[in-house]
């Protein structure tokens, strides 16, 4: 993921330089998107993947020539199967991959800038110029799209999931939303909960009023909301500033009982919340698997998250039509 991977060149580009290996194009059936990054130390460690095999192990050894000489370098990967090719694989398309090296403390600038605007919910714009004399660089609002011959590309930012409740659940979900790529923000006014050492997962911890903390979250555009409170008067104030937020959730949801929550709605609907607005509620939050533990309501709820995030109907996959 996007953030994991500058986060690893932030703490490598601290032990000294690196090569950063994307791929800037693709043809055919490959292993990794255009975008996908692996970083490689002098010291042989190894970041992420390209897509493995000997494609993968030819980029690393033309990334450690890379590391001695600063030159960039374009590698082809041929998957194709032609026999004339050593990295021949049984994928069937070629990918196109650009070795940079990055080193010193202007790559480390750039780097927690770019860390910056992700981890604040924004995306960044990061050009590569494939000219020999010129660094990667960030667009800024204010300049042009690059002319010059160059990789573009629009990192975008986690999606943030806001907890809000650090009870026995929040503490499980926040365990497993981060397992599967969320940012996570905690709001609880009780600091012997909601803290560092129950926490260690989360971005930010917030023991202020939940209206304060969603006016700070306002640069984040993928914001998630699950509510699992102690309580009908906490589930109300995170409801009435979380479905008023421009921009809109992409998703709200609040556990309780089917009777807390339908006092929650009339509430809403006596104050005048507006109806699509609570159409849009995911309440009882999570999918229906059973789960009655914090740790199963947690999977229950991330399984709900992704089915939001990624689409999916939420049956199982063996009951989906196949063919006979």
Not at 69 to 93: H, N, S, Y
Not at 153 to 173: D, F, K, M, S, W
Request: aromatic letters at 4%; a neutral charge.
């Amino acid at each position: 993921m996007t953030i994991n991977c500058y986060q690893q060149l932030a703490q490598a580009l601290e032990k000294g330089a690196v090569v950063l290996a994307t791929a800037i194009a693709i043809q055919g059936s490959v292993p990794r998107e255009v975008g996908a990054k692996m970083i490689i130390c002098a010291d042989g460690r190894i970041y992420n993947t390209i897509g493995g095999g000997a494609g993968e192990a030819k980029v690393i050894r033309q990334a450690m020539i890379v590391l001695e000489t600063g030159e960039k370098q374009l590698v082809e990967i041929d998957l194709t199967g032609a026999p004339q090719r050593q990295t021949q694989g049984i994928c069937g398309g070629i990918m196109q991959i650009w070795l940079e090296r990055w080193s010193g403390q202007e790559a480390i600038a750039l780097v927690d800038r770019i860390l910056d605007l992700l981890q604040s919910g924004q995306t960044a714009t990061l050009v590569t110029p494939f000219t020999l004399d010129k660094l990667p660089y960030l667009l800024s609002e204010n300049t042009l799209i690059a002319t010059e011959e160059a990789f573009i590309e629009t990192l975008q930012p986690p999606p943030t999931l806001l907890i809000v409740g650090a009870g026995h659940v929040g503490e499980q979900l926040a365990k497993v939303a981060h397992t599967i790529g969320f940012q996570v923000i905690i709001q609880d006014d009780r600091p012997q909960w909601a803290n560092r050492e129950r926490y260690s997962q989360a971005t930010a911890i917030f023991n202020q009023a939940i209206a304060s903390v969603v006016a700070q979250l306002a640069t984040h555009t993928q914001l998630y909301a699950a509510l699992v409170t102690r309580g009908f008067q906490y589930d109300l104030a995170a409801l009435k500033v979380l479905l008023a937020r421009n921009p809109e959730c992409q998703y709200i949801g609040t556990i309780g009982s089917e009777k807390r929550v339908r006092q929650v709605i009339q509430a809403l609907e006596t104050e005048g919340m507006a109806a699509n607005k609570l159409r849009s509620l995911y309440a009882p939050i999570g999918l229906d698997i059973g789960a009655l533990t914090p740790e199963e309501i947690a999977v229950s709820i991330c399984a709900e998250l992704i089915l939001v995030r990624r689409g999916g109907t939420g049956r199982p996959l063996s009951q989906r039509d196949r063919a006979i």
